[in-house]
């Protein structure tokens, strides 16, 4: 794109900021503009497009600040302070500024436009402005030799841009510059080194007066930002006047002058979104930082024009309350906190209680006998059993082997051993009072039984009561005794 197609491209606006129909009818507009005749390529000399450097006005305001520079001593600031010189070269200075940016993007154009007949690449290899003037400079025709020369490319480029120009110059197809437009190439280079070397010191003279005419405003973003917001505002009363919103738009770039890309770039974002105290913060909250920047640098600056607070107490207040805001922002949030569980309602219990009670439960507790099954000896060898048995142990309870069978006896505890109600212990001890019986017998005869029968032969007969129990022992003392031993063993059968 030549540079007569990039300034007709900077008077159309972004179709971001109109409508369609208002896009449309700037076009239109920008189509009836008239172009020059004489191409602009055909310039021979860069001071027919770039005008700045002998303007009176540029060297009465550089002649101005240089004076200022070579003071020893800073004067004092007069009141109000819209009269002030050193406020009204401020002001003039930081316009002034604006303008240089605009120049050397001109003559950025106008050595592209000349310098692509011996290295056409090279426009698409460094896009920053200063970097490829200084790299044209550098080069100049012989881009054979310097360009394979990478400790000479690396003091005016970085080093991934060394490698690739390096590569890059060695295959060009370019052809030689004559000695004519080679000097017109360097008088621009010149001028845009020229142009930004004042540039750089304007910034430093406007930073040394920054303390001085807005220190609120410096504590809070330092004197070099504070320097871009208030030139970009035309001056500290009119930056007072503007609303928060407003300041937090200052810098941004609606056009893009070097024919970049502007997809990747962001909307609504300026001077203050860049700043460091907020480039500094996760991209998630950089945005609300900065309004909430943008609204203490309203409220310093105001305080600024009215020449109060001229230590800056004001400002560190405000940083301090930015830095509480920032530190609140970060925390992790708080940790949730468990619902406990409502007290619950005491209500009046239903079940009886007493002593009559306490013994119900000591007896329906659980006995000394079952606690001693559930517990298990340390150490001891327990008795192989099956699956299907599994459970079925006598835990504590069991002595000696575990395959003997036999239970120890646990201690019987009163308060949980099976009692007998009083209305049974009566009813079984009916039959032994009755009839005189003594209480050592242990057959249950009924007390009207004697040992004397009456019989129709013999009449009256005395009877033995065990002689049956004797016939019946002799009957069963042969086969059917339970002490008798074998009668008879077979003999072994032969092998």
Known sequence: MSLAEELLADLEDEEDEFGVEEHEKINEDSMDITIPDKPIIKYDRVTDIAKLADSENFQTQISKMDEMLRLKEIPKLMTPLEIDPQYQLVVKLSELASEIDTEINIIYKFVKDKYNKRFPELETLIMVPLEFIACVKLLGNDIKTRGQNKDLLSEVLAPSNCIVVSVTASTSEGQELTDEELKVIREACDMAEMLQDTRNRMQKYVEMRMNLIAPNITAILGSTATAMIVSQAGGLVQLSKMPACNVFLLGQQKKNLIGLSTVSALRHTGFIYYHPIVQNLPPDHRRKIAKILSAKIVLAARVDAQHTARNGEIGIRFKEEIEKKIEKLLEPPPVKNIKALP??????????????????????????????ANRMGFADIQEDINQEYMGHSAGMNATGSSSTGRVRAAVVDNKTRVKMSQKLQKQLDIPRFSGGLSSIRTKGTAGTASSISFTPIQGLEIVNPTAKEEERKDDNSGYFSSISNFQFVKPSLPK
């Not at 309602?345 to 013994?359: C, E, L, P, T, Y």
């Open 343 to 372: 007290k619950p309602i005491d209500k009046a219990s239903k079940k009886r209680g007493g002593r009559r009670v306490r013994k119900m439960k000591e007896a329906l507790g659980m006995t000394e006998l079952r606690k001693n």
